[in-house]
């Protein structure tokens, strides 16, 4: 790899971190007790916690590092629907009611998420772009439009095909074959908007506690004794929100999920000319491989960040990110010579039938297993799970039952993640 790939001063971390530092190291001990203790301060526990401590619970949130380290504060900042899925497949699984409503939850949680961000007034550069979902062969494109033609009724989202020859029009790139547009799908900044939870629940009364990992969770006297290094909460309901950090602590959850890196770069600042020739709509856009490319300009419209699985094993982000910066310069030869300043990763969780999980097994509340798509699903979910556990009427979903699944001799560690890219990858080479 060239030096020069990256600008001085570069860091592996988090672009968003530079305008959304992640609060700092406090050394406050936990209460000996709480109502609700809530493992995880991303989008799930945060939403969660909100919704409890307004309900007037006593909340305490604990996160091994500062609050929002995982993937809260890292990820894409692109906003969908973000049900995996399809009806048919669905349908297939679960039965054509379950499907629908399962399909639903998708679209909710997207209106949700927007109409959360407007109401609770939190300023974190969200706006309604669109997505270009782009084609990477012709056999895609023609997928794209039978879906988009025969979407199930009732369940029709707005989306419309930009052909090849129009394509200049969503993306300055001459890589894809065509795509669709969804203009409902919107972008924020991801470290910002978790400030703006973390401020609200705070807000409303719920503790949050940084660096103070959970190492043990025992259940005892109508509750559970939460233990961690700076001393332990005797507390009524735990909620797991760990998703793809899940560790040993709770292995029931941590079978069930599968953790996979996501890598992103930001290029240096770049001039408007050439972003907006790039991006014309200044869209949020993803393609059609297995092995998905996600990209989109940053808020101020000054850098592309570039996001994908380029690893075979979990890497260094010094080592991904030449290789985003060729698959980058592959879709936009214009950026060749544009230099990196933030490279970084973070872990989502996939689970085995690539929906979200939640609920409670053996008395602990879960939410988890966005699989890559948890800014609306985790915001969405975590606030279902908060009214599960206050016991309201809200905090039911279509997903409630399902069963969550694992694999025999799997226990949290993903040995067949190799194969499984070198799969995919060769799927999206042969054009299928
Ligand atoms: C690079 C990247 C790009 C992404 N892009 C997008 C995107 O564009 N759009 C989209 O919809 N989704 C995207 N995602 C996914 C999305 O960010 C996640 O699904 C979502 O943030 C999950 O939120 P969460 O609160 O469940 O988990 P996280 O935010 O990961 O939080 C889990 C927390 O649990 C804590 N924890 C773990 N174990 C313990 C313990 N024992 N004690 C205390 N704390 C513990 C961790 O420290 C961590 O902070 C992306 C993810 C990544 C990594």
């Given at each position: 790899m060239t030096a020069s790939l990256f600008a001085p001063g570069y860091q592996d971390m988090p672009y968003w971190w530079e305008a959304a530092p992640r609060p700092a190291t406090s050394d406050e001990s936990p209460p000996g007790q709480a109502d609700i203790v809530i493992v995880g301060s991303g989008y799930t526990g945060l939403s969660a916690a909100l919704v409890a401590a307004r309900a007037g619970r006593d909340v305490l949130v604990l996160d091994?590092?500062?609050?929002?380290?995982?993937c809260s504060s890292r990820n894409g900042g692109q906003v969908s629907t973000s049900i995996k899925p399809g009806y048919a497949d669905l349908a297939k699984r679960h039965g054509p009611e379950r499907a629908f409503a399962i399909r639903r939850e998708g679209m909710t949680a997207l209106d949700w998420i927007g109409d959360f961000i407007r109401t609770e007034g939190i300023?974190?550069?969200?706006?309604?772009?669109?997505?270009?979902?782009?084609?990477?062969n012709p056999v895609q494109y023609e997928t794209l439009a039978k879906d988009v033609a025969n979407q199930p009724k009732g369940l029709e989202i707005p989306a419309h095909m930009v052909p090849r020859a129009e394509q200049h029009s969503e993306i300055?790139?001459?890589?894809?074959h065509g795509g669709v547009v969804y203009p409902r799908h919107a972008a924020l900044d991801p470290a910002k908007y978790h400030l703006g939870l973390l401020e609200r629940a705070r807000a409303a009364g719920a503790r949050v506690i940084g660096?103070?990992?959970?190492?043990a969770i025992e259940r005892g006297g109508g509750g559970f004794t939460v233990a961690t290094p700076r001393g332990s909460v005797a507390a009524r309901n735990v909620a797991i929100c760990t998703n793809g950090y899940t560790g040993t602590v709770t292995p029931w959850q941590r079978r069930r999920v599968i953790p996979i890196g996501s890598y992103i770069i930001a290029t240096e600042e770049l001039p408007t000319e050439l972003t907006s020739r790039l991006s014309p709509k200044n869209r949020v856009m993803s393609d059609t491989r297995k092995l998905i490319f996600y990209y989109r300009l940053s808020p101020d419209r000054r850098r592309v960040l570039f996001g994908g699985r380029v690893a075979y094993k979990e890497t260094d982000p010094r080592v991904s990110a030449p290789r985003l910066h060729d698959w980058m310069s592959l879709i936009f030869?214009?950026?060749?010579e544009v230099r990196i300043t933030h490279s970084w990763v973070g872990f989502v969780a996939y689970t085995f039938d690539t929906l979200p999980h939640l609920g409670q097994q053996d008395g602990l509340y879960y939410a988890m297993g966005y699989c890559g798509s948890g800014v609306s699903l985790a915001s969405y979910f975590g606030w279902r799970l908060g009214h599960k556990i206050v016991g309201s009427a809200e905090g039911k979903t279509a997903l409630d039952g399902l069963d969550f699944q694992t694999r025999p001799f799997?226990?949290?560690?993903?040995?067949?993640l190799a194969a499984s890219i070198a799969y995919y990858k060769w799927r999206d080479k042969r054009n299928v």
């Open positions: 091994a590092e500062a609050a929002g380290w995982g300023d974190c550069d969200w706006e309604v772009v669109g997505r270009f979902h782009a084609a990477h300055g790139s001459d890589y894809y660096h103070c990992p959970v190492t030869p214009e950026l060749r799997y226990t949290g560690n993903p040995w067949f």
